[in-house]
């Protein structure tokens, strides 16, 4: 048995880490001064062509890289646009990719601001502010209007992937309720009567695609046969939310949920439970994210345009700041239906055919 032991290192004993080169390195392999390697390095008038090029020959060189923060936090805007973000939603992530070549394309730079089971929104938002960052983007906020209608008396703010009406927020969202009407839809072509929802329990969007499921269980005719169960964002979100779905006298031959995250903990379950998907029950999730598209899993889900919400919310943020953005404050996006293998026939249906 090998007991754990420390070791008191020396500064002599410590392994040798390759310095960083500064100015003052590029300065004296160029023979100019420091001041002369600023302005070549700012891009700014005053040094020759011969200057320019001894100098970001010699930062060649020694691979000397500008830190493009440290000159931003410097300037008097910073050309950064604050994102929030929940490491909880895989969702969040494919928003992430987006927004920062939108940023990019814009000219401008991203912070990120994770809100985790032990950190809210406040303490998220607040780093982003102390980073003198010029604009927010918050994804799927849970924060109440009123705190955020506070937070654009201090810059603009933009809400992705939530309702809200406020006249001076912008919002950047897809159309829930639709993209429930879709899933609805595909499930009454294909046989079903008896389709159930999970819906997400306190998470932005919720409200609306529930709504959208009864919407179209109504257009139907099939609104007495509605059944709502609680969910939540997780996989053990779904996995409660089955359990309680196998347990109904008169089970459901389909269900739609409120994400793909709870939709994987949904099929687990009916997996578990010695259940075929979509023979015995057809499984539609809500987002297209990373583990829908996953081969093993095939989900069957509601897609949102990733790019056209990113797009939206980094140009409704730059022309806030700018002046140039439309008075209208709402950008509804739609959402299309992505049909993998989670959906079919309702097993009468295959019973018939046979």
Same mark, same amino acid.
């Given at each position: 048995?090998?007991?754990g032991y420390?070791?008191?290192?020396?500064?002599?004993?410590?392994?040798?880490?390759? *310095?960083?080169?500064?100015?003052?390195?590029?300065?004296?392999?160029?023979?100019?001064? #420091?001041?002369?390697?600023?302005?070549?390095?700012?891009? $700014?008038?005053?040094?020759?062509?011969?200057s320019?090029?001894?100098?970001?020959?010699a930062?060649?060189?020694l691979?000397y890289?500008?830190?493009?923060?440290?000159r931003?936090?410097?300037?008097?805007?910073?050309?950064?646009?604050?994102?929030?973000?929940? #490491?909880?939603?895989?969702?969040?992530?494919?928003?992430?990719?987006?927004l920062?070549?939108?940023?990019? !394309?814009?000219?401008y730079?991203?912070?990120?601001?994770a809100?985790?089971?032990g950190?809210?929104?406040?303490?998220?938002?607040?780093?982003?502010?102390?980073?003198?960052?010029?604009?927010?983007?918050l994804l799927?906020?849970?924060?109440?209007t009123?705190?955020?209608?506070?937070?654009?008396?201090?810059?603009?703010?933009?809400?992705?992937?939530?309702?809200?009406?406020?006249r001076?927020?912008?919002?950047?969202?897809?159309?829930?309720?639709?993209?429930?009407?879709?899933? #609805?839809?595909?499930?009454?072509?294909l046989?079903h009567?008896?389709?159930?929802?999970?819906?997400?329990?306190?998470?932005?969007?919720?409200?609306?695609?529930?709504?959208?499921?009864? !919407?179209?269980?109504?257009?139907?005719g099939?609104?007495?046969?509605?059944?709502?169960?609680?969910?939540?964002?997780?996989e053990?979100?779904?996995?409660?939310?089955?359990?309680?779905?196998?347990?109904?006298?008169?089970?459901?031959?389909?269900?739609t949920?409120?994400?793909?995250?709870?939709?994987?903990?949904?099929?687990? $379950?009916?997996?578990?439970?010695?259940?075929?998907?979509?023979?015995?029950?057809?499984?539609i999730?809500?987002?297209d994210?990373?583990?829908? *598209?996953?081969?093993?899993?095939?989900?069957t889900?509601?897609?949102?345009?990733?790019?056209?919400l990113?797009?939206?919310? $980094?140009?409704?943020?730059v022309?806030?700041l700018?002046?140039?953005?439309?008075a209208?404050?709402e950008?509804?996006?739609?959402?299309?239906? $992505?049909?993998?293998?989670?959906?079919?026939?309702?097993?009468?249906a295959?019973?018939?055919?046979?």
């Open positions: 048995m090998i007991r420390c070791v008191d290192v020396t500064e002599a004993e410590r392994p040798n880490r390759p *310095r960083r080169p500064t100015l003052a390195d590029v300065a004296a392999r160029a023979g100019v001064s #420091v001041a002369l390697v600023s302005i070549v390095m700012r891009g $700014v008038p005053g040094a020759s062509a011969d320019r090029r001894r100098v970001m020959e930062a060649d060189e691979g890289r500008p830190d493009s923060r440290a931003l936090l410097r300037s008097s805007n910073s050309r950064l646009i604050g994102v929030t973000f929940g #490491v909880q939603h895989p969702f969040h992530g494919d928003l992430l990719t987006g920062y070549t939108a940023a990019e !394309e814009a000219g730079e991203l912070a990120l601001s809100v985790t089971p950190r809210d929104e406040g303490r998220a938002v607040a780093s982003l502010l102390q980073d003198r960052c010029e604009a927010l983007i799927g906020p849970h924060s109440p009123s705190y955020l209608a506070e937070l654009t008396t201090r810059l603009p703010v933009v809400v992705v992937a939530r309702a809200v009406r406020h001076a927020l912008d919002v950047v969202r897809t159309a829930d309720a639709l993209g429930m009407h879709q899933a #609805v839809d595909h499930l009454v072509a046989g009567s008896r389709i159930a929802h999970i819906d997400g329990g306190r998470a932005p969007g919720t409200a609306e695609r529930r709504r959208g499921y009864r !919407e179209a269980l109504d257009r139907h099939l609104a007495d046969t509605a059944v709502v169960l609680p969910g939540g964002l997780t053990d979100d779904g996995a409660t939310a089955a359990r309680a779905l196998l347990a109904l006298r008169q089970r459901p031959t389909a269900v949920v409120f994400n793909d995250r709870c939709a994987t903990g949904v099929l687990d $379950v009916l997996h578990g439970a010695g259940l075929s998907v979509p023979r015995d029950m057809s499984v999730g809500f987002d994210d990373r583990l829908a *598209r996953l081969s093993h899993i095939a989900l889900t509601v897609a949102q345009d990733t790019e056209q990113t797009a939206q919310a $980094v140009a409704r943020a022309g806030r700018d002046g140039t953005t439309a209208e404050r950008v509804v996006i739609p959402p299309h239906l $992505v049909v993998r293998a989670t959906t079919g026939a309702p097993m009468q295959f019973a018939e055919t046979i």
